[in-house]
């Protein structure tokens, strides 16, 4: 079964920036539409950013257009998410998911899930 492997994450402060990393491991990266979620208690499970499968079709909240990038990544078939110019309500457990389809933009739409990473932005 595939898995997905976080790493990153971590506490800056409010203009800094970090960056997320989604390695998927039981079946190539190529055929998974990806994406970030972030959530906070008493939230639903928020998109921040999403990919299709071919890298084509990049997307992103409202909330983080203009500093958070995702992108698909190495040899390692990881994906990344680079937010810059971090603000404090950005703070949350960020998730990566995959999706079995070419583009997906709701959370119901993924199938596999990583086990979170809290980023913490202090003022």
């Known amino acids: 079964q595939v898995q997905l492997v976080q790493s990153g994450g971590g506490l800056v402060q409010a203009g800094g920036s970090l960056r997320l990393s989604c390695a998927p491991s039981?079946?190539?990266?190529?055929?998974?539409?990806m994406g970030w979620f972030r959530q906070v208690p008493g939230k639903e499970r928020e998109l921040v950013a999403g990919?299709?499968?071919?890298?084509?079709?990049?997307y992103s909240a409202d909330s983080v257009k203009g500093r958070f990038t995702i992108s698909r990544g190495n040899a390692k078939n990881t994906v990344y998410l680079q937010m810059n110019n971090l603000k404090p309500e950005d703070t949350a457990v960020y998730y990566c998911?995959?999706?079995?389809?070419?583009?997906?933009?709701?959370?119901?739409?993924?199938?596999?899930w990583g086990q979170g990473t809290q980023v913490t932005v202090s003022s």
């Open positions: 998911a995959a999706a079995r389809g070419p583009l997906a933009v709701a959370g119901p739409e993924f199938d596999y």
């Open positions: 039981g079946r190539t990266f190529s055929n998974f539409a």
């Open positions: 990919i299709s499968r071919s890298g084509s079709r990049p």
